[in-house]
């Protein structure tokens, strides 16, 4: 289930936001000023986030910057086409001016969460031996193939692409619960230990580090 952020302070909006996008299937979160925006995004990595401008604390335009790696759509009642294109310049992918119809919103969620998916399917990632390929599905240790679970894939393609990042615990549940909604704090400490033993099996390497109390992390000093 896609995961969408919705930062709005119009609670009005924000309701038929959430309701329109609960029945086409999303799941949603709210922030209701920038500054809790900008809190939330740092435990959560939603799919999307529709960003109002017109905020308390933080403004829509000092919180876009700050959103890496996730696809942003304004909407906002500024009709200026300078600002279109300056928020489109730092790096919202959209702009959709209120009033909006429903329908077209749906559409261009649909859209950006389409070419998101693509261009992550099309990159291949590596890390010192290890190649990932999200197209093939497939992960490779120098010339050898690795045969991981659902989860433990799931798992080190999180890692890798956030190789220099501590990931705790309960981002990494977050972040992987689209593709392995069965894994639970309980079980992750089990997944990641299988997941170190076949890397290890097939470089002798210890990939993946633990960061005591907080997650886990690649291992850069191997």
């Not at 990595?45 to 109002?52: I, K, N």
């Not at 990641?192 to 005591?212: D, F, M, P, Q, T």
């Amino acid at each position: 289930m896609k995961h969408i952020l919705i930062v709005d302070d119009d609670v009005h909006i924000g309701n038929m936001l959430e309701e329109v996008l609960s029945k086409d299937g999303y799941r949603v979160s709210r922030a209701y000023s920038g500054t809790e925006a900008v809190l939330f995004l740092d435990s959560y990595h939603p799919d999307l986030v529709l960003l109002d401008l017109m905020l308390p604390g933080l403004s829509g335009e000092d919180v876009l910057p700050k959103i890496t790696g996730i696809p942003v759509i304004v909407i906002s009642a500024k009709v200026d086409v300078s600002d279109k294109v300056d928020l489109l310049l730092s790096g919202a992918v959209d702009y959709v001016t209120k009033p909006f119809d429903t329908k077209e919103l749906l559409a261009r969620i649909t859209a950006q969460l389409r070419n998101t998916a693509l261009n992550a399917g099309s990159s291949v990632l590596t890390f010192d031996d290890i190649t990932l390929d999200p197209a093939a599905h497939t992960v490779f240790v120098s010339d050898c193939m690795v045969k991981l679970t659902r989860t433990e894939y799931a798992i080190l393609k999180l890692l890798v692409q956030n190789a220099s990042q501590v990931m705790t615990k309960s981002v990494l549940l977050d972040r992987i619960s689209q593709d392995t909604p069965d894994c639970t704090e309980s079980s992750l400490k089990m997944h990641i230990s299988n997941l170190r033993k076949k890397l290890r099996e097939a470089s002798g390497k210890e990939y993946i580090e633990s960061v005591w109390g907080i997650g886990f992390k690649m291992n850069s000093e191997i």
